[in-house]
T-cell receptor, first 112, second 111 residues
Framework: EPEVTQTPSHQVTQMGQEVILRCVPISNHLYFYWYRQILGQKVEFLVSFYNNEISEKSEIFDDQFSVERPDGSNFTLKIRSTKLEDSAMYFC??????????FGPGTRLTVL | GEDVEQSLFLSVREGDSSVINCTYTDSSSTYLYWYKQEPGAGLQLLTY?????DMKQDQRLTVLLNKKDKHLSLRIADTQTGDSAIYFC???????????FGTGTSLTVIP
């Protein structure tokens, strides 16, 4: 069964550094999403991406965040200057149609 | 904004039925979902229900939707130890792309 994959599984970084989290969507999926889950809290929406542009973003997704599909397959989330409070699990989700979201295993980001 | 609530913990004995409950606030929700998260893993889509349905059954899983009370439940029949996980309900509003998740219910199955 096709799956969404994410790399790395765990990323440790120093505060102020840039990180790039990568997601490989299920083939032929057109809708892409990033969510995060701070330890002990709810899964929170960050951004959705369709037709090579952001279709919706939350208040969390400020100027330090960006997304792109650099090669038409991978879907990346870049955090420009990480803060301690960015430590969380980051989940990528993809869907073949709206209202369908299949999640990857997540990347655990630890900011020191 | 939309609010989705779940109780945090549930323990059941192996072989019994589990019922996990969820309430939501957005009456325009089109789809409601149940996801399962095992330790160290991502969110696995278990089942979903369209908002004009009252019930959906899929093998051991039964989803009940009370749209008037904005209440969603997931019943797992003959619960097994492998069902131990965190279960999230999520709603998809009519407008927008994001899903709104509950806090998750941690199900522990006692052998």
């Amino acid at each position: 069964e096709p799956e969404v994959t994410q790399t790395p599984s765990h990323q440790v970084t120093q505060m102020g550094q840039e990180v790039i989290l990568r997601c490989v969507p299920i083939s032929n999926h057109l809708y892409f999403y990033w969510y995060r889950q701070i330890l002990g809290q709810k899964v929170e929406f960050l951004v959705s991406f369709y037709n090579n542009e952001i279709s919706e973003k939350s208040e969390i997704f400020d100027d330090q965040f960006s997304v792109e599909r650099p090669d038409g397959s991978n879907f990346t989330l870049k955090i420009r200057s990480t803060k301690l409070e960015d430590s969380a699990m980051y989940f990528c989700a993809t869907g073949g149609r709206r209202n369908e979201q299949f999640f990857g295993p997540g990347t655990r980001l630890t900011v020191l | 904004g939309e609010d989705v609530e779940q109780s945090l913990f549930l323990s059941v004995r192996e072989g019994d039925s589990s019922v996990i409950n969820c309430t939501y606030t957005d009456s325009s929700s089109t789809y409601l979902y149940w996801y399962k998260q095992e330790p160290g893993a991502g969110l696995q889509l278990l089942t979903y229900i369209f908002s004009n349905m009252d019930m959906k059954q899929d093998q051991r899983l039964t989803v009940l939707l009370n749209k008037k009370d904005k209440h969603l439940s997931l019943r797992i029949a003959d619960t097994q130890t492998g069902d131990s996980a965190i279960y999230f309900c999520a709603e998809a509003p009519q407008s927008g792309n994001q899903f709104y998740f509950g806090t998750g219910t941690s199900l522990t199955v006692i052998p």
